[in-house]
């Protein structure tokens, strides 16, 4: 689960709900970076940990001791989280994000102080660089853009936006489309932050004000298009894309010109398909097994790492796969299976490419 999406559903019991807020939304457009989110944590977050580095220095100091020869002094920064509170916003914090890989790099921070206290148990918080960009890239909530580069870099936003230029939707202007697409994600952002609720979907999608049925159809349409590329298991959401399609059906025969459209699918689609995807985890799996995935000296590329990679290169998100092959059947993993499908996948990935 996204931050946004636990603190919407679980407001009533966090802590300090204003200063958690804040700092999520402060760390949204850095979270990828992880000096920048060392910075912040250590600038916002840290003042009751500067405190008690203060005073341990001035304990030595009034000792004499050689290593602080010098009288501390507390340092005080404007804007940050007070002392007396930032352990409990940090403890909040931890739960808040604790399922949202994108903030990897504060989850190590966080965690790292838990482990502290938990030595018995430690917390796997080691950041994974590949998994949070794969975290960015699914959530689609890296916005607003000031660059509509920043956009058409991504495959299925450039695909959207060929689609619009193309067919003449909306103007080929640099600040339109960005527009378009800047609107478009706030909408979806906004939408998974109610969709524990079905009448609170309703209500916003049916407040939503736009300035023509054209720009109102595809950015709804955009909306039902990511969820089916990347969140066809969330059953709340799977709920608020069918009442999308309410509004979108009656607009359809007056916005498309000669009739429906294609929607814009990434030709390698396994996430339609869980039968299909979890068979597909199999086999790489099984091929990792048989030491088909090394580096140059020869040696095993972690496992994580594979996944990781051949999900980002099809726009697949793999980064379930271990709890996908846990959940697979025992009678499904014979090699040869295996090989059948990955056979099968090399050969339709063949044909997409020689068809370009």
């Not at 407001?11 to 979270?31: F, G, T």
């Not at 912040?40 to 602080?68: K, P, T, V, W």
């Not at 396994?270 to 020869?298: A, C, H, M, Q, W």
């Amino acid at each position: 689960m996204r931050a946004k999406e636990y603190i919407a559903q679980n407001s009533d019991n966090i802590a300090h709900l204003e200063e958690v807020s804040k700092v999520i939304a402060d760390l949204m457009p850095i979270r990828h970076n992880k000096q920048a989110t060392d910075e912040y944590f250590n600038r916002r977050l840290s003042a009751d940990i500067r405190r008690q580095d203060y005073l341990l220095r001035m304990e030595l100091y009034e000792q004499g001791n050689a290593m602080q020869k010098e009288p501390p002094t507390l340092e005080e920064i404007q804007d940050e989280i007070p002392k007396g509170i930032s352990a409990e916003v940090r403890e909040q914090l931890f739960k808040v994000i604790a399922s949202d890989e994108s903030f990897g790099y504060l989850y190590f921070l966080l965690g790292t102080e838990q482990n502290a206290k938990r030595k018995n148990n430690p917390i796997d918080c080691l950041p994974d660089e590949q998994r949070i960009k794969l975290a960015i890239k699914r959530y689609r909530d890296d916005y607003p853009k000031a660059n509509l580069d920043d956009y058409l870099n991504d495959e299925l936003n450039y695909n959207q936006y060929d689609v619009l230029a193309s067919g003449g939707y909306l103007a080929d202007e640099e600040s339109v489309i960005l527009q378009y697409f800047n609107r478009t994600f706030d909408i979806y952002d906004q939408l998974r932050q109610c969709k524990q609720s079905i009448s609170g979907a309703r209500s916003y999608i049916r407040s939503l004000h736009f300035e023509s049925e054209c720009l109102q159809y595809w950015t709804l349409a955009y909306i039902v298009r990511l969820i089916d590329e990347y969140e066809r298991e969330d059953e709340q959401l799977a709920r608020c894309k069918k009442e999308l399609e309410k509004v979108l059906l009656p607009l359809e025969p007056k916005v498309v010109k000669g009739g429906k459209p294609t929607m814009i699918k990434s030709e390698v689609y396994l996430n339609s398909r869980k039968g299909t995807k979890i068979d597909f985890i199999r086999v790489i799996n099984t091929l990792y097994d048989l030491g088909f995935f090394t580096d140059e000296s020869g040696n095993k590329i972690q496992k994580k790492t594979v996944f990781t990679t051949i999900g980002l290169a099809l726009n697949i998100d793999l980064s379930g796969y271990d709890s996908d092959l846990s959940r697979s059947l025992s009678d499904s993993t014979a090699l040869e299976k295996h090989l059948k499908i990955f056979r099968d996948m090399l050969q339709r990935m063949t044909d997409i490419f020689n068809s370009k």
